[in-house]
């Protein structure tokens, strides 16, 4: 049996039906102990495993020598996060003292309004949304309170590399002088980063209440899609990002037929992440007995990429081994953000001073030159490189040859 097995086991005894995950925990637990298992990516599902297989009835052929550590688990997981709900309560009061919205993703929204009890899901951090005209505000309060960033958000006064910054990334982590963490966001996903793109997420949240803070969240078919489109396309259960796929079952139970397929569809197409849906949803079938229509799987599976996100995935594989270097993968991306403009070469230059830094327009005629040559310079040599290893080595042998 293999480390993908058992690990496959144990995910689908937390995912599966009741009796196919008992069958599931049975045999992954003849062979393993939860105390054998260092790996948190891994160890972090023992919380619902517990729930589900001694909390919630499933009791039967379990056995009872693996009680006390998955308890631990769930008591531990539990304590933590209360602990961190109490900094994250205190900060979403500050932000919504202030007149800041909120959205909240992944972990606490899943932890609310979908998991229902503190202890199953293990939470490294709080993950919220602020609209990015409020990020600067935002960023300021939390310091006030003693949260700090590690690597710092550049000052607006410092408008090329704020504005590169805001353009290049979708948030900000900071840190308390306990070790929690916060991810402030400005943008649902590091792939899809113009101003506007988080309109539709903001229109179509559901409101959540957390305690003294009435805020809003991702409603089900937006968070499904952050689910699958974040963990990228890590989907082996050794990865580190596995527990994605608990998360994605965990509203898929709950959510059923309701789903709004389509919605998850169109937001993958217009974002050039279906590549990555399709993915998910395949090893969500497959693996996790996922409640999908086979009507809805076949649909995804029809749906042609989009032009820019085949263009993206073609260059990204290339990476940096063309004569332009990583240009063209730069050209790719910029069309997936930015759709209206990705014909004009203009808004292309703009987009490329901001990923470069560049506080003045004037200077690309400089930038631009100077880069491109670099690189062309470096795969040039790149190419000439084999021929000249292959002289040096049949001078060698003719060296030899001499000799004898």
Partial sequence: MSQEQDHTLLLQAAVLPRESALDAWREWSAQYQPSDIEDFAVSRIFPLVYKRLHVDG???GVKDRHTPILKMAYQRAWYKNQMLFAEAERLLLLLEKHGIRTLLLKGLHLTLSYYGQPGVRPMGDVDVMVHRSD?????HLLEEIGWQAKDPIPHKGAAAAFESHLCNDHALSLYNSKGQSVDL?????????????NNTFWDNAVDVSFNRVQMLGLQPADLLF????????EFTITASQWYWAVDAMTVLQKTGTTTDW?????LAKERCVLSRVKTACRFLSEVCAAPIEPSVLESIEKTKLPRAERMELYYGERGDSGPLGGLP???AKFRRRYPEDSKSPLAFLHYMKTIWN????WKLLFVLPTKLLTVSSRWILSKLRPRRERAEEAAGVRQQDARS
């Fill in 58 to 60: 499933v009791k039967d």
């Fill in 135 to 139: 990020l600067e505000q935002a960023i």
């Fill in 185 to 197: 966001h400005w943008n649902l996903l590091h792939e899809w980063t113009h101003e506007d793109s």
């Fill in 226 to 233: 952050h689910i699958m489109v974040h963990a990228k396309h």
């Fill in 262 to 266: 389509t919605r998850i569809i169109e």
């Fill in 329 to 331: 993968a730069r050209w």
């Fill in 358 to 361: 560049v506080d003045r327009s």
